[in-house]
DNA sequence: CCAAAAGTGTTGCTCGTACACCCATGA
DNA sequence: TCATGGGTGTACGAGCAACACTTTTGG
């Protein structure tokens, strides 16, 4: 790859290690980008991987967002999005990547999370929010595509090593219904047996004594993730945590 | 968990989705945060992790930073930052996290990224800046502290999964050479027979014709990666890249 | 010939995968 | 009694971990 050209040199590179200092040097006011935060917020309805999707500027769908107020956290004020616009209290919700945008002299950081919700919260409730399938297309901008896309492949690999489908799942569930979960993201089938033995074999899942009861057919036994809480967490720190 | 109280509204929250104008609003010149990108770079020095220090504002040692040049890439500030600072042209970089610290009015977003050399750099080359070893305990400040130790946390579990590892060696190396990088940074002695063959086993490694005849034993065959970059990337996307 | 690191195979176990039938229920 | 999905066990193969001795060189 070529050694980053040394011509442009829009900011001083002479000081070693000046903190960061936005508005001193040039006399513009500000050399300091915007700041956005953009949430994907996935559910599943009816088998399908849904994502929700707010009205942008000129009404064009777009990734329901916000700026962070005054010393606000990052993951707080992707939290506030989340609940200011889409309705949600509190689910799973995690840093996705950073990126800028800045074509047509609307010089933007970009910071995004994706979260999970279930069908025990309100979706559908919040105004000016639309729940759209995944396929065949998700019509947005450009950008916000490549977020969603990314966001679901992160899901994917999420997927395999930690039990964040419980996020997508109501408090007591089927092993039919994780399945068709792990099956929908995956997108590919499972064999039951394997899926059963394995899913069973890591402890997480408890079995209640009560059932569903739907169609004719045998009851299914209802099950729930045991309260150990170290699914998700994995290689995210808690920083920027909850600072109040 | 507690839905998040709503008294504190710092931020407009009655817009659905205005787009980001951090000028807009209350009277105060900018709620925009100052931007500023942070790279950690190890390398591994006498069979020692260690990362690449600057110095700070009062010549505490910090991590080498700056700010994205008007509308820069954040990838491509990170690669400037450290070409200039650190005096590496292109090596393996890759975002690590993006959190906000904000406690005394200086109000800053910092966007954070791992990198790694090998000894074919000219390190310990670049004026100012210092390798210290991770081990007992790295000096800075509480913030930089966290960000090496999170970026220590990641390449040790990326290594599990990729050959990172081959950006801390050299064009030709021996086999003991790789599997010490291996130990150094899991901590953890590896078995010769089991590592030789899993790794010839990913048919990533070409047998070079030439041998390392160092000490008063038998030479060592030295082994390259065989050019196929499919390598590293993983999940983290190809955004953000190379835009001049 | 001695020290010191390079190089080499086999075995057991674990885990993942493929695969087919009986069970309980409502209609 | 029939249709429908719920629930169960086994056998094979791949891959990983444990483990010790011979080889090649320089001094």
Redesign the interface.
């Known amino acids: 790859?070529p050694?980053?050209?040394p011509s442009?040199?829009?900011?001083p590179?002479k000081?070693?290690?000046?903190?960061?200092?936005?508005f001193a040097g040039d006399g513009r006011?500000?050399?300091?980008?915007?700041?956005?935060v953009r949430v994907v917020f996935f559910t599943l309805v009816g088998g399908r991987l849904v994502v929700a999707l707010?009205?942008?500027?000129e009404g064009a769908p777009?990734l329901?967002?916000?700026?962070?107020?005054?010393?606000?956290?990052?993951?707080v004020?992707a939290?506030?999005i989340a609940?200011?616009?889409i309705g949600l209290?509190?689910r799973y919700l995690e840093?996705l990547?950073?990126?800028?945008v800045?074509?047509d002299g609307e010089?933007?950081?970009v910071?995004t999370y994706v979260g999970l919700v279930g069908p025990d919260a309100p979706v559908g409730s919040a105004?000016?929010i639309t729940w759209v399938p995944l396929h065949p297309r998700v019509v947005c901008s450009e950008i916000d595509s490549?977020v969603i896309e990314?966001a679901r492949?992160?899901l994917q690999?999420k997927l395999g090593y930690t039990t964040i489908a419980l996020y997508l799942l109501p408090a007591a569930f089927t092993f039919r219904h994780l399945q068709s979960i792990y099956e929908t993201i995956l997108d590919q089938p499972l064999d039951k047996r394997n899926f059963r033995r394995r899913f069973l074999a890591t402890g997480m899942l408890e079995r209640t004594d009560q059932v569903s009861r739907e169609g004719s057919h045998r009851p299914a036994a209802l099950y729930r993730f045991r309260p150990t809480d170290d699914h998700e967490r994995y290689?995210?720190?808690a920083?920027?945590e909850e600072r109040?």
């Open positions: 790859m050694p980053a050209a442009r040199r829009l900011a590179s000081e070693i290690d000046s903190g960061p200092d936005p006011s500000h050399t300091s980008p915007a700041v956005d707010g009205s942008g500027e777009s329901p967002r916000g700026w962070p107020a005054a010393e606000e956290s990052l993951d004020a939290r506030r609940r200011d616009q209290t509190d840093q990547y950073t990126f800028s800045g074509d010089w933007t950081v910071i105004p000016g490549r990314y492949t992160r690999a290689l995210t720190p920083w920027d109040p």
